[in-house]
């Protein structure tokens, strides 16, 4: 099966070429969607030197409009069977992707979570208001749509293709993430969960999530499960 990575750029250019070598030295016919939303850095630059270098990179360009935007664009250019949303920043290392996938390979699942709090990967100890946050997020979650998740805001989501081209998707920013995660309880899509390993990073090291986006978030999950 055919695996398209969807990864959207933002001034990551320190570390996207790192994750493109570790995309293509995966066992695995890939092909890879690169949006650069908006970045100053020379971002765009490296992917483009990169595909030249190794092969094939579909870039998309456009104004800085946030994670969301860059997803919802990338969509329509997926080629593959299965859609793995991938960071730019190596939070998330593609190594764990074949076995994040091996569920929807299977005939299993629609939709797999890699989950950075059921334990077993390597992880880094990161701020505790963001782990607290996270820990919330996915107990609304589980309110909300009478479900087990665990790590709601992960930025791993694996996808049968089609799933996710049925979703509605709106969100230009992280508030993706909640949209996704509502919008795939709402259309009973068959959703399974796997331990993945988390590098993140501070704020000094280039995090931008915040606060308000946890805020946001919360309004989103509401929102989507009220959607007719």
């Not at 997803?71 to 960071?87: C, H, M, S, T, Y």
């Not at 694996?158 to 979703?167: I, Y």
Request: net charge negative.
């Amino acid at each position: 099966m055919r695996v398209s990575f969807l990864i959207a750029a933002h001034n990551e250019v320190a570390t996207i070429r790192e994750v493109l070598d570790r995309i293509d030295a995966l066992p695995l016919d890939a092909q890879i969607i690169c949006v650069d939303d908006g970045s100053t850095d020379g971002t765009a630059e490296a992917v483009e030197a990169w595909s030249r270098e190794h092969g094939e990179v579909v870039l998309l360009r456009q104004p800085h409009r946030g994670k969301g935007a860059a997803v919802r664009a990338a969509i329509p250019l997926v080629e593959g069977d299965i859609a793995v949303i991938q960071d730019a920043d190596m939070e998330y290392d593609p190594i764990d992707v074949p076995a994040l996938i091996e569920p929807i390979e299977r005939g299993a699942a629609d939709v797999v979570f890699g989950s950075r709090l059921l334990g077993g990967r390597p992880q880094r100890a990161y701020l505790f208001w963001h782990l607290l946050g996270n820990r919330f997020l996915s107990f609304l979650t589980n309110v909300l749509y009478n479900t087990t998740l665990t790590d709601m805001e992960t930025g791993y989501k694996a996808f049968r293709s089609d799933a996710l081209r049925s979703l509605r998707l709106t969100q230009d920013d992280f508030a993706i993430e909640p949209e996704l995660t509502g919008e795939v309880f709402n259309r009973g899509l068959r959703i399974y969960q796997l331990p993945i390993a988390y590098y993140g990073r501070t704020y000094a090291e280039g995090k931008e999530i915040t606060w308000r986006d946890g805020v946001k978030a919360v309004r989103v999950l509401i929102q989507v499960r009220l959607r007719r």
